[in-house]
DNA sequence: CTAAATGCAAACTCTTTGCAGGTAC
DNA sequence: GTACCTGCAAAGAGTTTGCATTTAG
């Protein structure tokens, strides 16, 4: 896999190891293909290996963190989610409150934001960690038709 | 204070109470007057009344939230943060993942974004609960300057 | 009065850390 | 061979919960 190599090779120039269960973990993220939660990249990998450990799980998504191959946002449920960098085109991801569903949108709409923020206050926005919290079209339709859904929890 | 009538109202229409705790931690998010985490309110709470548990102060953020008094935000650290609703105009957050400060941006420029995020998926934005990561103007000097800052953590 | 709310202690979830043994290169 | 990395166990932060007691209305 090319990315693999890719990630070795920036491994190496910092005299870091491309092992076996940083390879794997590399796999899991690949075959998951969305945002997933530490615990969910874990139970993936932990059906080929179940002698990985959960903290090997952190310290992996961490570094690959660092090494910008995966982007990492904050879940509605205070759980952090990772995704690889390179999943698709640049996008946001909005997050039901009631459904917990995850759905993604470029990011062109956002320009007049990330300008005006970068215009009046020199902060510049990090389109990849960025998390919107609302309520999805399903949802919507079932609240207005009466149904109660809990509020987050 | 008119905000503590118009909660007992609430309360009562639900057969619940409006008793000293709640009191004082709605005092101390006005002194506040900012986005606060759990703890600092707790701690604000406790200068005045030191019996105050720290669970209460959850529970009570979480009833304040129900009934939209205030509202909750994702901290770049895993904690939550909560404000009053009607702290100012309608604004979000940005929080720089450097120094960790808060700024705030009205939405107006955000109104493409949340317009396109309704048409093309019936998806309700929900403002309020918007943390936007990013890296504030000082930060961006200091890095540019070749200080090194921690990346997060 | 009595149902709701509190304080206390303990549990729970997600994440991080220290360390001895294992492994990439 | 030697740093780096891992699994294990234990700690840590933030938050929630069960229960006996207190209190608002």
Known sequence: MSCEQGLFRSLRKKGLRLTSQRKRILSALHELDRLATAEEIFQSVRR??????????????ELLREFQVVTCVQGNDGQHRY?????????????????GRVFEVAIESLQPFIACAREQHGFEVDVHALSIEGICHACCAQMRSGTIISHRK
Chains 1, 2 share one sequence.
Not at 48 to 61: A, E, G
């Open 83 to 99: 995704e690889l960098a390179h999943h698709s085109t640049p996008h946001v991801h909005m997050v039901c409150r009631a459904c």
């Open 48 to 61: 080929d290996s179940p002698s990985m450990d959960i903290s090997t799980v952190y310290r992996t998504l």
